[in-house]
């Protein structure tokens, strides 16, 4: 049974307010809900020498952006403001049914994938919620159907976006129960304010 985008997500029995720690990002423990995309030890694969050896290739998984006539969409999303800085509120899941979602922060950015596995009703489990600091370096490719965060990231930045573009729409949300929030990993420098 799908979710009902007007009814919170599930939190278990302590709905109150939570704090979690974002964590550093790896493939293993992001594999449940998608692909770090990373030139080693990432999505990429191990790469191979192009341009007279000049350079160094490395292949990424293809988007999952066709479902129900969809097309892949670049975008870059620009963000600024206090929701843009640590510690983060986190307010709303949403997900996507018909194509993936692909982050990468540029120019030295730092964003964050705040990530909730789904019930067996469809909806989002609060009470599995996982947040991982996305470093320069990295993005991260949501898995089509993952319960996610909009786009959260650690001070202003911008942020390339590979996704789905359709005649069908395709983003499904519901409120967080509760006060959530995300704190940055213990001796982690602040960053610039937005």
Same mark, same amino acid.
């Given at each position: 049974?799908?979710?009902?985008? !007007?009814?919170?997500?599930? #939190?278990?029995?302590?709905? !109150?307010?939570?704090?979690?720690?974002?964590?550093?990002?790896?493939? %293993?423990?992001? %594999?449940?809900?998608?692909?770090? *995309?990373?030139?080693?030890?990432?999505? &990429?694969? /191990?790469?191979? %020498? @192009?341009?007279?050896?000049?350079? +160094?290739? =490395?292949? *990424?998984?293809?988007?999952?952006?066709?479902?129900? !006539?969809?097309?892949?969409?670049?975008? @870059?999303?620009?963000?600024?403001?206090?929701? =843009?800085?640590?510690? +983060?509120?986190?307010?709303?899941?949403?997900?996507?049914? *018909?194509?993936?979602?692909?982050?990468?922060?540029?120019?030295? &950015?730092?964003? *964050?994938?705040?990530?909730?596995?789904?019930?067996?009703?469809?909806?989002?489990?609060?009470?599995?919620?996982?947040?991982?600091?996305?470093?320069?370096?990295? $993005?991260?490719?949501?898995?089509?159907?993952? +319960?996610?965060?909009?786009?959260?990231?650690?001070?202003? /930045?911008?942020?390339?976006?590979?996704?789905?573009?359709?005649?069908?729409?395709?983003?499904?949300?519901?409120?967080?129960? $509760? =006060?959530?929030?995300? &704190? &940055?990993?213990? !001796?982690?420098?602040?960053?610039?304010? #937005?």
């Amino acid at each position: 049974m799908p979710a009902d985008p !007007g009814r919170p997500a599930e #939190a278990g029995p302590d709905a !109150g307010p939570r704090l979690l720690v974002a964590r550093a990002l790896t493939p %293993a423990a992001f %594999a449940p809900f998608g692909e770090v *995309l990373q030139a080693d030890g990432g999505a &990429a694969g /191990a790469g191979r %020498a @192009i341009n007279a050896g000049s350079a +160094w290739r =490395h292949e *990424l998984p293809p988007p999952d952006v066709a479902g129900e !006539g969809g097309a892949p969409c670049l975008a @870059i999303f620009r963000t600024a403001g206090p929701a =843009h800085r640590a510690p +983060w509120a986190l307010s709303v899941l949403e997900r996507h049914r *018909l194509g993936s979602q692909t982050f990468v922060p540029l120019g030295g &950015a730092r964003c *964050l994938a705040v990530v909730a596995p789904g019930l067996p009703s469809g909806g989002p489990d609060a009470a599995g919620l996982q947040a991982f600091l996305v470093e320069p370096g990295q $993005g991260v490719v949501l898995r089509r159907g993952t +319960w996610h965060h909009p786009l959260l990231t650690d001070g202003p /930045a911008e942020v390339l976006v590979l996704e789905r573009r359709g005649p069908a729409p395709d983003c499904e949300a519901v409120p967080l129960d $509760g =006060h959530w929030r995300v &704190a &940055a990993p213990p !001796g982690d420098p602040p960053r610039p304010r #937005a």
